[in-house]
């Protein structure tokens, strides 16, 4: 059972930062890990993901301004937000999903992806 923990999250003003990060417990093996971000009546949105090897991916909107990345152990999570905007308003949640074999499928951005989620950690961005 993976269990995974958000915290970080906060107020700020456009243009400002903020760092999250997400805890990840029981299970030590291949995970593909991702942040992904819903507001009151959105489907959640895939923001950023991570492989097992480290390979990165990111939704557009976000490029250049947010960045993932985890421990060596890959015990913690993070996505640094820089240059936020009003619109990256949302609640943040943290996902994984176990990985198997010497070439597991590639890590994608889509909620269905995932198994395992946190409880989500807010992100309020005001103009």
């Known amino acids: 059972q993976v269990r995974l923990m958000e915290s970080g999250g906060g107020s700020v003003q456009a243009g400002g930062s903020l760092s999250l990060s997400c805890a990840v417990s029981g299970y030590s093996g291949k995970l593909c890990m991702a942040w992904f971000r819903q507001t009151p009546g959105e489907g959640r949105e895939g923001v950023a993901g991570?492989?097992?090897?480290?390979?990165?991916s990111y939704t557009d909107s976000v490029k250049g301004r947010f960045i993932i990345s985890k421990d060596n152990a890959a015990t913690t999570l993070y996505l640094q937000l820089d240059n936020l905007k009003p619109e990256d308003s949302a609640m943040y949640y943290c996902?994984?999903?176990?990985?198997?074999?010497?070439?597991?499928?590639?890590?994608?951005?889509?909620?269905?992806?995932?198994?395992?989620w946190g409880q989500g950690t807010q992100v309020t961005v005001s103009p």
């Open positions: 991570i492989d097992a090897e480290g390979k990165k």
């Open positions: 996902a994984a999903e176990r990985r198997y074999g010497p070439t597991p499928p590639a890590c994608g951005l889509a909620p269905d992806e995932y198994t395992y």
